[in-house]
C-alpha cells in the first residue's frame, strides 16, 4: 500500500522535509548556500550541521509533500515519514540506499563515530558537530556496515538493498531499543493528521482565491523545534537552512500569523526573547539552541505586533517585559536631553545595509521613534492605574511631537546622526516606514509617505530602494529587494491612515509574489525571484496575515452585496 499524496508538492531546493518539533530535516541545502547533490539529514541542534547523506542505488526523482518523502523510479522507491520528532521510518521497494556520514572525518574534536550497538544490533553514529546520536535499526531486510569502528578518515555508514525498513532517531546517550508499533502507512498517515489539523487551525479561511495557504502553513509546521538548550519554548525558526535562529523581530509576525487559531503557541513566539531579556531591558539580536547573541538589537516593534495578539494569560507579566524593552530605548538610547532614540548600527533596526545608514551609522531615525510611539501607546493601553496610563501617553506624545518637529522637513523624513546633529535623507524605503503610526500622523504627512511609498511600488511590492536610486541592487539584502516585515508594517499603516487603494494594491502584489516565487528571505524587486534562503518563515506568516485578512474583507463585500441584493426593491413586471 502507498500512502496518497496529500498536501502540497514542494522542491527540497526550496523547503526541507521536516516536522513540528524536530530539531532535524531532510534537505540536499547542507550550509549557506551550498546544495549537495543527494539529499542529507541536517540537525540544527548547536548550528547547522548535515550529518547522513541519503544516496540512492539508482538515480531516481524525489518528491516532497508536508507528510512524506519519496524516492521514485520505474523498477522501485524509498518513501520517508516521520513518527515523531526525533524519529524517521525508512522504507526500500526495488532501490537500495546507501546511509552515510556525511563528514569522512573523525578527528579529536570533531566529525563522526560509528559503531554497532551490542545491546540491540542498531547501528549508531556518535557525531561531535551536534553532540549527539543517530541511531538506526534495521526493521526488515539486510543492512551491510562500512566503517564500523574505524578511526581518522573512512566511509562509514549501513547499504540497504532489496525491500528494507529502518528507523532513524536523533538523541542524547542512550535509549531503550526502538520497538515499531506501527506500520509505515500509519505513520505517514498520523503525519498528515498532524499538518492537517496544524492548517486547519493556522488557516480555516483558505480558498483558491489564497493558493500559496497550505504551503505557508507548512513552512511554519516543519520549521517548528520543540524546546532544547536556549530555545526556551516551542519556536518556530526563521528556517531549517541556514537561518536557523529567532531574531527578536521576526518572530513577532510569526506570532500574528499564528494567533486566531494557536494562540498558545503564538505567545510562545512572541514571549521568546523577552526570556532572555538583560539586566537593561534589552532584547537579544538572536536565539538559537547553543547560542544568544546580544551584540545588536532588533527594533521595537512588539508594541505594534501585541494589538494582533489574544489577550494574555499572564497580562501583567506582558506589561512588565514590555515596559522594560521600551525603557531600555528611552534610557541606553537617547542622547542626554534629547527626545528622540538612535539605532548603534543599521543591524538594529533590522535594515542591516540600507543606505539610510550610509553617512553615519549612529542615526536617530524616524521609523524607530515611529515604532515607540506606538509601542508607549500600548503601554498605556495595558498600565495597571491611571496614573501610569497617563505616563506612557505623555511620552508617546512627546515622542511623536519631537519626531515630526525634528525630523519632518515638509515632504519627507530625515535622519539625523547622533553624534554631529547633522541631517540626511535617502532613498530607502526605511525613510518611509513611520507609516505605521497610521491616522496618528497628520493628514498632509501620511499622505506624502503614500506617494512616496507607491514611487518604490514594482510589479511584486515594495522596494527596499527606490528602483531607480543609484544604490539599487537586485540582490542588495536591504538596498532593493522586496521584505515580508516592511511590507506588512506599511500596508497595515497605510491601510490605518486610510490610504485603502493602495494598501490593497500592496498586499495583491505581494501575496501574488509568494504564490509565484514561494517563502523566500528576500525577492528581487524587479523580476521577483526569491533570494537567500528560500524557506523564511516571516515571509510565510507574512503571506498568511495579509492573504487571511483579504478573505475576511472578500467575505464582509460578499455579504453586503447579498444582503443589497436581497433589500433592494423590485421592478414591477
Known amino acids: 500500500m502507498t500512502v496518497a499524496a496529500s498536501g502540497p508538492v514542494f522542491s527540497l531546493r526550496e523547503i526541507p522535509f521536516s516536522y513540528r518539533g524536530s530539531w532535524f530535516g531532510f534537505s540536499p541545502v547542507i550550509a549557506q548556500k551550498t546544495y549537495a547533490p543527494d539529499v542529507h539529514l541536517v540537525s540544527h541542534q548547536t548550528g547547522m550541521h548535515p550529518i547522513l547523506r541519503l544516496a540512492p542505488s539508482a538515480e531516481s526523482d524525489v518528491t516532497a509533500t508536508p507528510h512524506q518523502l519519496t524516492w521514485s523510479r520505474a523498477d522501485g522507491r524509498i518513501d520517508l515519514a516521520y513518527e515523531n520528532a526525533d524519529t524517521v521510518r525508512l522504507r526500500g521497494r526495488g532501490l537500495g540506499l546507501s546511509l552515510l556520514a556525511a563528514d569522512p572525518a573523525l578527528t579529536p574534536f570533531s566529525g563522526p563515530y560509528f559503531y554497532q550497538d551490542p545491546v540491540d544490533g542498531s547501528f549508531v553514529f556518535t557525531v561531535y558537530q551536534t553532540g549527539r546520536r543517530y541511531r538506526i535499526t534495521v526493521l526488515a531486510g539486510q543492512a551491510e556496515a562500512r566503517g564500523s569502528q574505524a578511526l581518522g578518515t573512512a566511509e562509514r555508514g549501513v547499504v540497504l538493498s532489496g525491500e528494507w525498513e529502518i528507523a532513524v532517531e536523533e538523541y542524547e546517550t542512550a535509549r531503550a531499543p526502538y520497538a515499531r508499533t506501527d506500520a509505515f502507512e500509519q505513520v505517514a498517515e498520523a503525519a498528515r493528521a498532524e499538518f492537517d489539523a496544524f492548517t486547519a487551525a493556522v488557516a480555516p479561511w483558505r480558498s483558491d482565491r489564497t493558493p500559496a495557504a497550505e504551503l505557508a502553513a507548512y513552512v511554519l509546521w516543519s520549521a517548528t523545534v520543540r524546546p532544547a538548550g536556549f530555545v526556551t519554548r516551542p519556536a518556530v525558526l526563521m528556517s531549517k537552512h541556514w537561518m536557523d535562529k529567532v531574531w527578536s523581530w521576526d518572530h513577532c509576525f510569526n506570532a500574528i500569523a499564528l494567533a486566531d487559531g494557536l494562540p498558545g503557541l ?171 503610526l497610521g491616522d496618528e500622523l497628520p493628514e498632509p504627512v501620511h ?127
Request: proline letters at 6%.
Open 266 to 436: 503564538a505567545w510562545d513566539q512572541f514571549r521568546l526573547p523577552f526570556d532572555h531579556q538583560d539586566d537593561a531591558g534589552a532584547l537579544p539580536d538572536s536565539v538559537t539552541h547553543s547560542e544568544i547573541l546580544y551584540n545588536f538589537v532588533k527594533p521595537p516593534i512588539h508594541g505594534w505586533a501585541l494589538r494582533s495578539l489574544p489577550p494574555a494569560a499572564e497580562p501583567e507579566e506582558v506589561y512588565r517585559l514590555l515596559e522594560r524593552w521600551t525603557t531600555f530605548w528611552l534610557t541606553a538610547r537617547r542622547v542626554p536631553g534629547g527626545e528622540l532614540p538612535h539605532y548603534q548600527h543599521g543591524n538594529d533596526s533590522g535594515w542591516d545595509n540600507a543606505t539610510t545608514f550610509d553617512p553615519e551609522r549612529v542615526v536617530e531615525t524616524a521609523d524607530l521613534a515611529a515604532f515607540l510611539v506606538l509601542q508607549l501607546r500600548e503601554l498605556a493601553r495595558r498600565a495597571p492605574d491611571p496614573a501610569a496610563a497617563a505616563h506612557w501617553s505623555g511620552a508617546a506624545d512627546r515622542m511623536r511631537d519631537a519626531l515630526l518637529a525634528e525630523l519632518w522637513t515638509g515632504d519627507r523624513f530625515v535622519a539625523r546622526g547622533a553624534h554631529t546633529g547633522r541631517t540626511w535623507s535617502s532613498s530607502s524605503l526605511l525613510d518611509l516606514m513611520p507609516i505605521v
Open 447 to 573: 499622505t506624502a509617505l503614500a506617494a512616496r511609498i507607491a514611487a518604490h511600488l514594482t510589479a511584486f511590492g515594495p522596494a527596499t530602494e527606490h528602483p531607480e536610486s543609484e544604490h539599487y541592487q537586485d540582490d542588495g539584502y536591504w538596498r532593493g529587494p522586496i521584505w515580508a516585515p516592511s511590507t506588512v508594517l506599511i500596508e497595515d499603516g497605510l491601510r490605518r491612515a486610510g490610504h485603502v487603494e493602495l494598501a490593497d494594491e500592496i498586499s495583491a502584489r505581494f501575496r501574488g509574489l509568494c504564490e509565484r516565487s514561494g517563502f523566500a528571505e528576500n525577492f528581487d524587486a524587479r523580476t521577483g525571484e526569491g533570494l537567500r534562503d528560500r524557506a523564511y518563515t516571516w515571509t510565510a506568516s507574512a503571506y498568511l496575515i495579509l492573504a487571511a485578512a483579504d478573505e475576511r474583507r472578500h467575505e464582509q463585500r460578499t455579504q453586503t452585496a447579498q444582503t443589497a441584493a436581497l433589500t433592494r426593491p423590485r421592478t414591477p413586471a
